[in-house]
């Protein structure tokens, strides 16, 4: 066992030293009452020199009271023994049961977003607080989650998988074959989360109920829940003035969104889910796509109620590159300004926003897909009502996109 190890085993809570302690009482009773029966047998005078000589002649007590020791001294050092044992059994899981303590000890934070931005940042704060809230969009209707979605009736499981994997064990088999995406047949393009989460809600007749059994399945820290269980559809309002409907709709067009609702326009969110802003300490929107991963939550009003009544502190966490066809040239007042129109004026405490260069050769090949570093306007961002923290969250050589470390140790040092 690694001296590491050893260390661990000494920190409060992990229940060794509690069945250490019962052995060496044992141990001390039974010693105590082993001495006792001899000092009798031997000769009581020298019992009376350790204090005991009212028991000359008080042969039935003496027994009894040798007999109680040995029994006592017996059990109880059966009973620690039998303890420390068993936690030398498990000495391979000390660490991790170490970490889930501190982890427990961690702020409440709740996310609230959705795609790739959402389960990146989840995956980073897994690793400093277990007490972890994601609140996940449910307006996807593209790719294997709208096939699901229009084949079997089920919410969109697409994003609510992401998140699920993001917070699993990361040496879980299971959290990769929910990743696991078919490349062959009739499934192909469909990836064995997204069928779990459709076959268990078929199963349960309940898709909160399916993302419950699923957390449980892969022992994910924190919970995942739906933004509603209701069938919403966003619509979107496109320069120009055309309307469209559907998420996919939405992205694959060339034109940017001016504004988007839901149909129907006021669905009702899931009770856990504004009980965990109620209890949250920091409640974190972003990072992820503006129009169709964050504003979709904000249209709820429940959601949006929720955020003005809670005493976390709301930090928006801006993208660091523009979106094509989403949030061209758009800066981060512009994202913030979004925001507002749609519903999160006066409910955003703090905007956090990247200051980490991006390299050259990155930059020339975003600018080849149409995006670029989002610029910071401090001072109309101050104008908007926010309070404006710059800090080196983004990193990567091939992409360039939050640290969700960095992100994470940034996140946490402003929950209240």
Not at 140 to 153: A, V
Not at 163 to 170: E, I, P, R, T
Request: charged letters at 20%; glycine letters at 12%; proline letters at 5%.
């Amino acid at each position: 066992m690694s001296r590491q190890r050893l260390v661990y085993w000494l920190y409060p809570g992990i229940g060794v030293k509690r069945w250490a302690a019962v052995l060496a009482a044992g141990v001390l009773v039974f010693g105590a009452a082993l001495f006792l029966g001899i000092g009798a047998a031997v000769s009581y005078e020298f019992l009376a020199g350790v204090g005991l000589g009212f028991l000359r002649g008080r042969y039935f007590i003496t027994g009894l009271l040798v007999g109680l020791g040995l029994t006592t001294g017996l059990v109880l050092s059966y009973l620690g023994l039998r303890g420390v044992v068993r936690f030398a059994r498990a000495a391979p899981n000390v660490s991790r049961i170490r970490s889930d303590q501190l982890l427990a000890r961690g702020p409440q934070v709740v996310a609230i977003g959705g795609g790739t931005g959402l389960a990146a940042l989840l995956g980073g704060l897994k690793l400093f607080t277990g007490n972890l809230t994601a609140v996940v969009t449910v307006a996807d209707d593209g790719g294997s989650s709208g096939l699901l979605r229009r084949d079997m009736g089920v919410p969109p499981p697409g994003d609510i998988r992401n998140c699920l994997v993001a917070l699993a064990d990361d040496e879980s088999l299971l959290g990769r074959l929910f990743k696991y995406r078919f490349t062959d047949g009739g499934l192909r393009g469909h990836s064995f989360g997204n069928l779990f989460l459709a076959a268990l809600t078929e199963v349960t007749g309940d898709f909160e109920l399916a993302v419950a059994e699923s957390s449980s399945v892969l022992n994910v820290r924190g919970r995942v829940l739906p933004a509603t269980l209701e069938d919403v559809q966003l619509h979107a309002q496109l320069e120009g003035g055309e309307q469209v409907a559907g998420e996919s709709t939405i992205t694959a067009h060339a034109r940017r969104p001016l504004r988007v609702w839901l149909s129907p326009e006021s669905p009702l969110p899931l009770p856990q889910s504004l009980e965990a802003i109620a209890r949250a300490e920091l409640v974190v929107l972003g990072p992820g796509s503006l129009f169709t991963s964050v504003i979709p939550n904000l249209l709820i009003p429940g959601v949006r109620e929720a955020l003005r009544s809670t005493h976390a502190r709301v930090v928006y966490v801006c993208n660091v590159m523009t979106q094509p066809g989403e949030t061209d040239g758009f800066s981060a007042a512009d994202h913030v300004d979004a925001l507002c129109r749609h519903g999160a004026a006066g409910l955003i405490d703090v905007v956090l926003v990247n200051e980490t260069p991006v390299s050259a050769d990155l930059a020339r090949a975003y600018a080849l897909q149409g995006a670029e570093p989002v610029a910071v306007d401090d001072e109309r961002l101050e104008r908007l009502g926010v309070h404006v923290v710059h800090a080196e969250l983004a990193a990567g050589s091939n992409v360039f996109r939050h640290d969700p470390a960095r992100l994470s140790r940034t996140l946490l040092r402003m929950a209240r």
